[in-house]
């Protein structure tokens, strides 16, 4: 009678823990599906050890603009390709917004229809969440932390591949708020000659 009270008891937790960890799972996706703008000071920390710090400005669908402070780099999305510009050299490079992990993140796509759910954690006061775009080929993901009495979501860590990654952990955020579009025009701070411009 004793051991089979155990195994209840056992099997009660186990049924309890793994509820709760759904409904936070369902949690988190219900709000990356549900902002539509973001606004945030970072640190970023690079898999060198790379220190930088900046601001990013998110409007979705697809749109992005990331400044830093430390080098003259600026990262801007349209919603249909995103520019590296490099100030200092005056120079642009210009990726494809679906080769990048960080696409996960610019739209509304948050269904386990098209979202893989590779792994989940709850510890202390950590709600870790690891995420995957179905049907992609690349290694990439991406890990979204929040901080679980507060909800609030505190980093994103991408991942190229299982050893190369890129830490940012985001400070004073802001959602929902007005963003005007012009900051996301790439020809706005393209630093070419507009008879160079043709891309």
Same mark, same amino acid.
């Given at each position: 009678m004793f051991n089979l009270r155990i195994i209840i008891l056992i099997l009660t937790i186990f049924v309890y823990k793994s509820s709760i960890a759904e409904v936070n799972e369902q949690k988190i996706l219900k709000y990356l599906q549900n902002f539509n703008s973001l606004m945030s000071d970072f640190i970023q920390v690079n898999n060198n050890g790379d220190v930088l710090s900046g601001k990013i400005? /998110?409007?979705? %669908?697809?749109?992005?603009?990331?400044?830093? *402070?430390?080098? %003259?780099?600026? &990262? /801007?999305?349209?919603? !249909?390709?995103?520019?590296?510009? *490099?100030?200092?050299?005056?120079? /642009?490079?210009?990726?494809?917004?679906?080769?990048? %992990? $960080?696409?996960? $993140?610019?739209?509304? *796509?948050?269904?386990?229809? =098209?979202?893989? /759910?590779?792994?989940?954690?709850?510890? +202390? =006061?950590?709600l870790r969440i690891r995420l995957k775009e179905k049907n992609k080929m690349s290694e990439g993901f991406i890990?979204?932390?929040? +901080?679980? =009495?507060?909800?609030?979501?505190? !980093?994103?860590?991408?991942?190229? *591949?299982?050893? =190369? !990654?890129?830490?940012?952990?985001?400070?004073? &955020?802001?959602l929902n708020v007005n963003i005007q579009n012009e900051i996301f025009q790439i020809d706005e701070s393209d630093p070419r000659h507009p008879i160079w411009r043709d891309y």
């Open positions: 400005s /998110i409007s979705r %669908p697809g749109k992005v603009r990331v400044e830093y *402070n430390e080098v %003259p780099l600026l &990262i /801007i999305s349209d919603g !249909k390709k995103i520019a590296s510009i *490099n100030k200092e050299l005056e120079s /642009i490079t210009f990726y494809r917004i679906k080769d990048i %992990p $960080l696409a996960l $993140l610019l739209f509304k *796509n948050f269904s386990l229809d =098209n979202i893989q /759910i590779l792994d989940y954690s709850d510890i +202390e =006061n950590q890990d979204v932390l929040f +901080e679980k =009495n507060t909800f609030t979501l505190k !980093k994103w860590i991408v991942f190229t *591949n299982k050893v =190369n !990654k890129t830490e940012v952990l985001l400070e004073n &955020i802001k």
